[in-house]
T-cell receptor, first 114, second 112 residues
């Protein structure tokens, strides 16, 4: 079946540091890939997405590239801010069958210190 | 923001009592989902719906049932709540497969 593996957390960084959060996946077919962010006390929000190999999703300074050869979708940001402190989830959408579902990783908590 | 509301937002109930959580959308999206979020497990799919009266099980459906009699409402029922069902429950909607999903604000349920 499909699965998403995220690096272990939590991650603590100083403001303006470079961020990388690793995500690898196992899937049949050609899934779409997503990063979601969850701020404290809120629901998940879509951060960015990529629907095919070599696509780069980007939003709010975050980027991730769909790498089919390494089955990865790592999230990066060049300079994090305190406001980026949140939980980040990698997910894939199963394209097989008519009723698509998302498979989520376990999430990783990012804390950014001033 | 997608128009999704969940009610109640917080609930404390006793073991053995029935509980119904409601998800309401104003986007007229076809797909609706119920997840639970627990530390160390991320989000796990309980049930989902791909149309009015069309539902299917997710990976953790035991102890839960759902109903969807209108496009805008998706109900999750715990027939007899147990302490293991203490969790944060999220509803999500999607216009079509395999689009991204949009999440509600969540319901924190505590079963004592």
């Amino acid at each position: 079946g499909n699965s998403v593996t995220q690096m272990e957390g939590p991650v603590t960084l100083s403001e303006e540091a470079f961020l990388t959060i690793n995500c690898t996946y196992t899937a049949t077919g050609y899934p779409s890939l997503f990063w979601y962010v969850q701020y404290p006390g809120e629901g998940l929000q879509l951060l960015l997405k990529a629907t095919k190999a070599d696509d780069k999703g980007s939003n709010k300074g975050f980027e991730a590239t769909y790498r089919k050869e390494t089955t990865s979708f790592h999230l990066e940001k060049g300079s994090v801010q305190v406001s980026d402190s949140a939980v980040y989830f990698c997910a894939l959408s199963d394209l097989t069958g008519a009723n698509s579902k998302l498979t989520f990783g376990k999430g990783i908590t990012l804390s950014v210190r001033p | 923001d997608a128009g999704i509301t969940q009610s109640p937002r917080h609930k404390v109930t006793e073991t053995g009592t029935p509980v119904t959580l409601r998800c309401h959308q104003t986007e007229n999206h076809r797909y609706m989902y119920w997840y639970r979020q627990d530390p160390g497990h991320g989000l796990r799919l309980i049930h989902y719906s791909y149309g009015v009266k069309d539902t299917d099980k997710g990976e953790v459906s035991d102890g839960y049932s759902v109903s969807r009699s209108k496009t805008e409402d998706f109900l999750l029922t715990l027939e007899s709540a147990t302490s293991s069902q203490t969790s944060v429950y999220f509803c999500a909607i999607s216009p079509r497969a395999p689009y991204e999903q949009y999440f509600g604000p969540g319901t924190r349920l505590t079963v004592t």
